[in-house]
């Protein structure tokens, strides 16, 4: 490589970047999502080399700035957290079957009842023990490369994908207008090569005014239209409807953020995740409790969990409440609960 006064190329870039770094911390930036981050260094299929150099970056965060976080859109925990990322979110591609729980033909959380989970969760389980306790495994709703979640779940199948989303270890990721069942607007026309990836693009829809209240300039101004359906979702209308999926999410995070079991360090143990099976139960767990998620997509269902059971308070239920009893679980149709045990 090139040398510039006795120091390398790839060194100068490492220290341009630590200082663009330095400037956006210093002007309060919390961290840093990085985009495609397991690909910087090119013929490493190993991923040594991109380990490498992100260990590098990490150690001079925690140096200078140790309350920074950096978030990888890696797709592989097991590299990404070893590389010194404080989280890595699920993707399309690699091996996590993430679009088999919300985007597959079949997805897990359709009321069909025709997914399956157990590819899902045997690969979290891999990676999960590879990283638990050095960093976050994060499962989105969805992000700027992908269809909506809308495309394949109805709003009532979406609150059901919330419950499990909002109750599983590291941190939510909830693309924005998720929380309000907005539209792929399929057929648009390609902005900086977005392609069809355009259709998950669109101005956050907040309320009834000019441009769904996103911005006041002319249509022809912005990056991408808005929907143009009359009864387009928004988030006033949402606040408004006491049955809404946004209201339903919000009462998700107070769940969570009232029962450390529920957060993101605490423990996960999978109980029923059979192939092509409903319900799907698993255990969170901390010094201070221990909370049972049972979460039912598919028709009315029962199954044995390993171990006898007593069921406490329920802190959270949705579309009916389970009965457990001894090893027994009962769940109504689309439902979730979660018990403290």
Known sequence: MAETHGVSGASCLREALKDIMRY???MGCDGFRVDMAGHLVKNDPSQEGNIEL???????????????????????????????????????????????????????????????ISGFVENFNLDYELTDGKGLICIPSGNHDISRITEKLSEEEIKIAFAFILSMPGAPFIYYGDEIAMKNLQGLRPVEGSEERIQSRTPMQW????????????????????????????????AERKDSLWNEIHRLITVRQSHAALQSNAKVEFLYAEKDAYPFVYLRSCEKEKILVA?????????????????????????GTANLQGSRLQMPAASASFFMV
């Open 207 to 238: 309320n009834r005014g000019i441009n769904a209240g996103f911005s006041a300039a002319g249509e022809d101004k912005l990056y991408a239209p808005v929907d143009p359906d009359e009864n387009r979702p928004t988030v006033q209308e949402a």
């Open 54 to 116: 992100w260990q590098e970056f990490r150690a001079f965060l925690d140096k200078d700035y140790p309350d920074a976080a950096i978030i990888s859109e890696w797709g592989s925990p097991k590299h990404s957290i070893q590389a010194g990322f404080h989280m890595d979110f699920l993707l399309k591609s690699g091996k996590q079957h993430y679009q088999e729980l919300f985007r597959s033909e079949h997805p897990y959380f359709s009321r069909s009842g025709e997914g399956d």
């Open 24 to 26: 956006w911390l210093k």
């Open 295 to 319: 979460i039912n997509q598919g028709e009315e269902a029962s199954c044995l969990l390993p171990g006898e059971w007593k069921a406490g308070e329920c802190v959270y239920s949705y579309n």
